[in-house]
């Protein structure tokens, strides 16, 4: 990524633009896979924290399957040359429609709740399912990204294994799978194993059970030094607590992992313009050319990016708060300390790979911006730069 210069990219792009690199990408997979020492593994990619059709295409030519939460998802894979037994379809709360249309797309099914459980077991009693668990356990982290605690909607509830075993067993179902996914944040790799031992102990009920996908989860570092998910360490200890339940067992399951973050969110920077330097009794704002409808993360869930002056890197550093030009409370950062910013400067704003483009909106009646990849030592446009003609393309002009 260094070798490419980003002011480069921005003249030739212009800003506001997203930057991918594919080695970084490749290096985070690598390590991944790498960390967990068991006969049978694959790791997903949980798309939704990068869906861009090259990113997918990066990632299935890396060996990765893909993990998704909606039909559209699923399309996206399947046109990205993934084969629908490397997909897993994880979704929450969709409708019987279009579980319909996954089944006849030939993916891997999740369920989470007993209603859908129910269905299949009528509907599709041959078609194999694999069944979400919510081990209520919290992970660590910030409560809204947390989604295995007591109140969360995720998942069936492990209190609830009876019943659960009682729909099986009367529709003679294909159980081929268990699934958790207890959110963002693994802060403590024992509350992990622990949450992971009880989603064993549901296996043990199922006899046709080959797979067990124990989600995601993974930290990345914000900061220099920040908390992360330490995936070596972590492989290793799993890899023992799995590798002792499988010979316990006498069956080699398939562990599944489908980190979405830890794959991407370091190989991404945002790159935006500062329009406005504003000196106010308290504060001094830079006002750049974006706002929470490119990159919603710190207004949403209070999510930290690292925001430096790439334009001006020796100059004097400053405190600044950073905003964008939303309607609406737009505030990327308070307090940071940047090198003197000036009109027009580039700001870069790291971690933008995971959940950042994805989660960008045309708010404000702005478009969405450029992504750009850095690959093999050049730069490839991804997705071009919405223009007028994108606001309005779903908009019949009616006479009023
Ligand atoms: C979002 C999601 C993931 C990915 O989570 P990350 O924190 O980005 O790694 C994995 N599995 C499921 C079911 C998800 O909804």
Do not use: W
């Not at 330490?230 to 067992?249: H, L, P, Q, V």
């Not at 991407?264 to 945002?270: H, I, M, Q, T, Y």
């Not at 910013?341 to 702005?366: E, T």
């Amino acid at each position: 990524m260094q070798s490419i210069k980003m002011l480069d990219l921005v003249s030739k792009y212009e800003a506001p633009l997203y930057v991918y690199d594919s080695d970084k990408i490749a290096a985070n997979y690598n390590d991944f896979v790498n960390a967990f020492k068991v006969p049978k593994l694959k790791v997903h990619y949980a798309c939704k924290a990068l869906s861009n059709i090259t990113i997918l295409k990066l990632f299935r030519s890396l060996g990765a399957g893909l993990d998704c939460v909606s039909s559209q998802e699923i399309r996206l894979g399947l046109l990205a040359g993934f084969k629908p037994e490397d997909i897993l379809f994880t979704p929450n709360n969709i409708s019987e429609a279009e579980y319909d249309h996954t089944v006849s797309l030939g993916v891997n099914i999740t369920v989470d709740n007993f209603e859908m459980l129910e269905y299949f077991g009528s509907t599709y009693p041959e078609v194999p399912v694999c069944v979400r668990i919510n081990p209520h356990m919290m992970a660590g982290g910030n409560r809204k990204i947390s989604v295995g605690h007591i109140g969360s909607k995720f998942g069936i509830s492990i209190h609830q294994l009876p019943l659960l075993e009682r729909i099986v067993n009367s529709f003679k179902m294909n159980i081929n799978g268990i699934h958790v996914h207890t959110g963002s944040d693994i802060l403590d790799s024992e509350i992990f194993i622990k949450a992971a031992q009880l989603i064993l102990s549901v296996v043990d009920k199922f006899d046709t059970v080959k797979f067990v996908d124990f989600g995601s989860g993974f930290k990345v570092a914000y900061k220099e030094n920040g908390l992360h998910t330490d995936i070596a360490e972590f492989g290793e200890e799993f890899s023992t607590m799995f590798n002792e339940y499988c010979e316990k067992r006498g069956k080699q399951y398939e562990l599944k992992f489908e980190p979405g973050k830890y794959m991407v969110s370091d190989a991404g920077v945002f790159l935006a313009r500062a329009n406005v330097i504003k000196q106010t009794p308290a504060t001094t704002f830079v006002g750049v050319d974006s706002g929470m409808n490119h990159l919603i993360r710190p207004m949403f869930y209070d999510a930290y990016h690292e925001i430096t002056n790439i334009s001006n890197p020796e100059g004097k550093k400053k405190i600044y708060s950073v905003v964008g030009y939303i309607c609406e409370n737009d505030t990327f950062g308070v307090d940071r300390q940047l090198s003197q910013v000036r009109k027009d400067d580039i700001l870069q704003f790291k971690n933008a790979g995971a959940y950042c483009f994805s989660m960008s909106s045309n708010y404000n009646s702005r478009y969405r911006p450029a992504e750009v990849l850095i690959h093999n030592g050049k730069d490839y446009l991804i997705r071009e730069r919405e223009q007028f003609d994108d606001l309005i393309k779903n908009q019949p002009s009616i006479e009023i």
